[in-house]
């Protein structure tokens, strides 16, 4: 991405773009120095983990945002995911072709709820807030449903890998290679793929995209059932690190995506975003909510100071924007 | 003309001294002068970056100057702010229209000044009132209907008499009349004559120069942010003006050369579409530049929309090289051969936020691929030869769309069009808003197409222009064709601009 690399050399620019990265990073490292049991490595890989899940839901969501849509059902899909996979590893828990069963259940049903918004969204012609703001109590109805009410608990040994494992040899969690992984899948995608610049497109002018001969209906189902695909992949974390498959889980997860997203520096109406930025906006949740932790910080506070991050990123950024 | 009114009070009411203003790298104005007589007309020309707009938008309050003085009824006074602007009595007809679109006339009207009683609003008055303004200023519109259902020429009224009902002593009208027809021009300077007659004085910037011989007393002239010279518009010429804005003297904006005509490479027959327009058949040949006349709302964009698959057409039949084909959308239509250079740039030519070379190759982008990966050296070759081709003026590819003048942003469009090596491009105004330096390299343009093989459609309001242009003119009114006329027709004067707005409006009345 030639533009990220440019502007890391114009130090005025990467100031005003990434003005409160910067302060997150001044702000970690004062942590580090004041609060021993933040540099832990433990505590680093803890960070990690909890990054990974809500980092593959923001990428998801990132692709959405960038069409100039949103996706609030991401949480409740995260939920179904859960389920599914629950649902299947009980039937045989020991098994480890079971497990792969589980996972692609339930990344199949991921993409169900993603296609089904997108359909939604391109052929009805519902705005997207409209649609996933349905879709979002109707999964998670589905979910209580599909268990009858009833939380799954899972014993299977080969399941749990996937979020509390670690590569052998090196004690990096699984969940964090396969963020790493996504994020260059990402990168891949929207900087050097046809679809990428027409996700774009299709939100930075739809109009003008249409007219260029792009497939828009097609760009934006595509762009929903990738969004429930990382849902999935970010439920499949989640039940594996805690062993469950619960109808209540992920809620308010879609908040998390967005406002990391938003955080990033990605345009609400669509069309710009950034892989630099949206990777900056996952990490600047997680490591602000595990720093206000240890410095005891009560959680009432911690969703004020979170909700003020976001406005603030904001802020930045339309000014930035506005200097251009 | 009306100069002789303005001889008793020589005096002036706004004076723009020696104003500078300098944007990082660029000297947009260079100590230039205004001074604006009460009750006048005063056309500001220059090509598009000669100043024009930037001091334009001093006047109304958005950018301040970095020197020099204004001084407005006898008083040196600073602006702040827009809205001190309009306080003053300056207030600015935008090129780009901005009503509330789901609002009603009357709303519109006093919006920011509604009449009230006892702290609410006094709808009755307010459209009593409203009724009183479009009367005086004879716009047929009802105050109660929403301003969505009005068209541009009428919503750009509605603007002006709010303006002008604000008490304002200076009314600015950046290109006032881009995006209107002959005849809405004619009501557009009854309004501007009106107006002039309560003592307003107008600031008119406008780059077609036969408006400014119809309608202003005085022009002042900048170029590259220069100050050139004011002339009253009675005792100088069209070539005079036209050298002062380009320091060069223009032999003729229209270049048009005979090309050799070709095989048929697209015939409509019978194109319908239920209310919109109908019966439109029409054959279009290679090296030819076939000109489409008639008034806004004739249903010229409508049909080209129909051929390039945007909208879907009832019935008829589009054959390309005598091949009956079915365009269902636009990527049909490129795949076809098809290019479009839509009639508004902003709504769906351009990505305004994403870069230039992202916006040339955005058609494209199929073709520049390796596999699946982009082919960005290919992308940045490809597009910047086509930057070059099309004199596109941009400080690098990678600039925003949005942050070029309006000329470039339309030789952009065309650029993006080029690239895709069309058979076949539809131009749907192409040179609406932008000044005569840029207007003359697309007409050149045009002509080199044709002459390489390719066949052009060319839709526009302005007569002169689709007149000289086109080889065969086809005239369309009310959704259907009402005449074709031949280019020795035109050649002959057997057709002059009168005879093609009389077919236009053909004995109906028109919109």
Known sequence: ?324 | MEAAINEGKAKYCLEMLEVSKNFPGVKALNKVTLQIKPGEVHALLGENGAGKSTLMKILSGQYSPDEGKIIYLDEEIKIKNSSEAIKLGISMIHQELSPLKDMTVAENLFIGREPRKKGLLNKKKMNEKATEYLKEYELDVKVNSKVRELNIAQMQMLEIIRAATYNSEIVIMDEPTSSLTDEEVRILFRTIRSLQSHGVSIIYISHRIEEIFEIADRATVFRDGQYIGTKIVDETDRDELISMMVGRSVEDIFPKVNTVIKEKILEVKNLTRSNVFKDVSFDLRRGEILGFAGLIGAGRSEVMNSIFGIDKSTSGEILLEGEPVSIKNPRAAIGHGIGYVTEDRKGNGLVLIHSVLENISLPTLSRINKGVVLNKRTEMERGTEYIKKLNVKTPAPRTPAGSLSGGNQQKLVIAKWMMAKPRILILDEPTRGIDVGAKAEIYTLMCKLVAEGMAIILISSEMPEVMSMCDRLIVMGNGRIKAEFSRQEILDKEITQEKVLSVAIGGEKGE
């Open chain 1, 1 to 324: 991405m030639n533009d990220t690399k440019k502007e890391l050399f114009n130090l005025k620019g990467f100031i005003t773009r990434y003005g409160l990265m910067i302060i997150i990073i001044v702000f970690v490292l004062i942590m580090c120095v004041v609060q021993p049991a933040f540099r832990t490595s433990a505590n680093m890989l803890n960070i990690l983990k909890q990054v990974s899940m809500n980092g593959m839901i923001a990428l998801g969501m990132a692709f959405v945002i960038m069409t100039g849509g949103i996706d609030l059902s991401v949480g409740s899909t995260v939920a179904v995911s859960t389920l599914v996979a629950g649902s299947v590893l009980t039937m045989n828990p020991d098994s480890q072709m079971f497990t792969i069963y589980a996972v692609l259940a339930a990344l199949g049903a991921g993409i169900l709820c993603g296609a089904l918004n997108g359909i939604c969204i391109a052929y009805l012609k519902i705005p997207p807030f409209i649609v996933t703001m349905g879709t979002m109590t109707m999964f998670r109805g589905l979910g209580y449903l599909y268990c009858n009410g009833q939380p799954y608990v899972l014993k299977s040994a080969f399941y749990k890998v996937i979020g509390q494992g670690t590569v052998t040899g090196l004690s990096i969690p699984i969940p964090a290679i396969m963020l790493i992984i996504a994020v260059i899948i990402f990168y891949f995608v929207l900087n050097w793929t046809k679809f990428g610049r027409h996700v774009l497109a299709t939100g930075g002018n739809e109009n003008a995209a249409i007219t260029a001969g792009v497939n828009v209906k097609k760009i934006k189902i595509i762009v929903y059932t990738i969004c429930g695909f990382m849902a999935a992949l970010g439920g499949i974390i989640l039940g594996s690190r805690i062993n469950a498959g619960n109808p209540s889980l992920g809620s308010g997860y879609e908040l998390d995506a967005i406002s990391a997203v938003v955080i990033g520096g990605a345009s609400m109406s669509g069309g710009l975003c950034t892989t630099l930025g949206t990777v900056l906006g996952i990490m600047t949740l997680g490591l602000i909510n595990n720093s206000l932790n240890m410095l005891g910080v009560s959680s009432y506070f911690q969703m004020v100071f979170q909700g003020m991050i976001i406005i603030i990123a904001v802020a930045l950024d339309a000014r930035s924007r506005q200097e251009k």
